[in-house]
């Protein structure tokens, strides 16, 4: 066989190549356009509820000829800096503590409101140890192992009740692909197995389904 031959039967054929350049395309164009996507549907979501609480004298759209998107989306960043710097203040404050304790006498409502600012005080906080490390623990039996994300350690009447001996930790289990949702576990720390990777990288392998592995974390290919 010679050498033309030989290197016409190694170089892959016009659809192989096309099929190839399409695959790399779709890897280069798929994140971009899903983030694209999202950017492009909050701030039409925004407009579409926030824009007509702005004044026409304030709205662009008064003025020109075609509609400006990311108008609502301004609106609500200008209003939330606004409440920011008005509760920064001692008169803020009292407002915000009047209305408090003005929610605290509404039942229903009272717990609701209480539920979401303790999430979001604990979410915000910048210096809170929430959600700071990965771990994988047995589950659901032994053998079987799921990625967590440690919360902290189990605390009032569920440390309580758990009381065996062992410290206790409270753990999110999320789901794949979605990894918002998922399960509060408590596990013993003895079972917990903590993890190299970061809570992002992580998050990645739970969103891939374990095809996306961090680039520091050695695998078992040779």
Known sequence: MTKSENSKKTRPGLLARLRNYLFTGFIVAAPMGATLYIIWFVVTLTDKWFKPWIPDIYNPDTYLPISIPGVG????VTILIMLGFITANLFGRTIINWGERLVD???????IY???KQIIETVMNENSASFQQAAIIPYPREGLWAVVFIATPAKGEVAEKLDTGDKMLSVFLPTTPN???GFLLFVPEKDVIYLDMSVEEAAKLVISAGLVMPENVPTLDK
Do not use: E
């Open 73 to 76: 989306l301004v609106f609500v």
């Open 105 to 111: 006498r509404m039942p229903l409502v009272r717990s």
């Open 114 to 116: 209480k539920t979401f």
């Open 179 to 181: 990894p918002t949702s």
